[in-house]
């Protein structure tokens, strides 16, 4: 079955050292790949998406994340955060044979120290 | 950008109860959807439509029903709501093509059943 694997429930960083958050995924091609954020009490905001091409791609607020078609893996990182960067983070998949479904990590929850 | 605006941020409800939340976008996208949010489970679909009065089954449709009579609108209806029922629910919008498309979210609606 697909899925998505988000392995880390909590990560603290302080402020100002780089960040890594890890995605898995399993399925048998190489799917659409994003990364949202959502604040507390808000809703979903895309940072980025790869769908070919280069496997580092840019975001918004900062973020890179790049896809490792020999691992599977889709990871999220940013040099230096920023106390604002605080939020849960999803990783998401969208199989190539579909135009609605979109499966879900169930999220890392980034805590920043000041 | 998309702009997908759910009617209430915050909505409190007693079991036995039949619940509407209204869904509305701005882009004229033909593919809307509703997730439930769970801490721990991340987001799950519950139902989504590909055009006016066409609807398919999430994988969690038990329990809910929904509507859309116009493009821009998706209601998502609790026939009789039970406490099981709550939880954050987000309201997406998607363009036409295949899943290189991101769906865009609402600031979701955290609705609690007493």
């Known amino acids: 079955a697909q899925s998505v694997t988000q392995p880390d429930i909590h990560i603290t960083v302080s402020e100002g050292a780089s960040l890594e958050l890890r995605c898995n995924y399993s399925y048998g091609a190489t799917p659409y790949l994003f990364w949202y954020v959502q604040s507390p009490g808000q809703g979903l905001q895309l940072l980025l998406k790869y769908f070919s091409g280069d496997t580092l791609v840019q975001g918004i607020k900062g973020f890179e994340a790049e896809f490792k078609r020999s691992q599977s893996s889709f990871n999220l990182r940013k040099p230096s955060v920023h106390w604002s960067d605080a939020a849960e983070y999803f990783c998401?998949?969208?199989?190539?044979?579909?135009?609605?479904?979109?499966?879900f990590g169930s999220g890392t929850r980034l805590l920043v120290r000041p | 950008d998309v702009k997908v605006t759910q009617s209430s941020r915050y909505l409190v409800k007693r079991t036995g109860e039949k619940v509407f939340l209204e869904c509305v976008q701005d882009?004229?996208?033909?593919?809307m959807f509703w997730y439930r949010q769970d801490p721990g489970l991340g987001l799950r679909l519950i139902y989504f439509?590909?055009?006016?009065?066409?609807?398919e089954k999430g994988d969690i449709p038990e329990g809910y029903s929904v509507s859309r009579e116009k493009k821009e609108r998706f209601s998502l209806i609790l026939e009789s709501a039970s406490t099981n029922q709550t939880s954050m629910y987000l309201c997406a919008a998607k363009g036409e093509g295949m899943g290189n498309q991101p769906q865009h979210f609402g600031d979701g609606t955290r609705l609690s059943i007493l």
């Open positions: 882009m004229d996208h033909e593919n």
């Open positions: 439509s590909y055009d006016v009065k066409m609807k």
């Open positions: 998401a998949v969208a199989p190539m044979d579909s135009s609605y479904k979109l499966i």
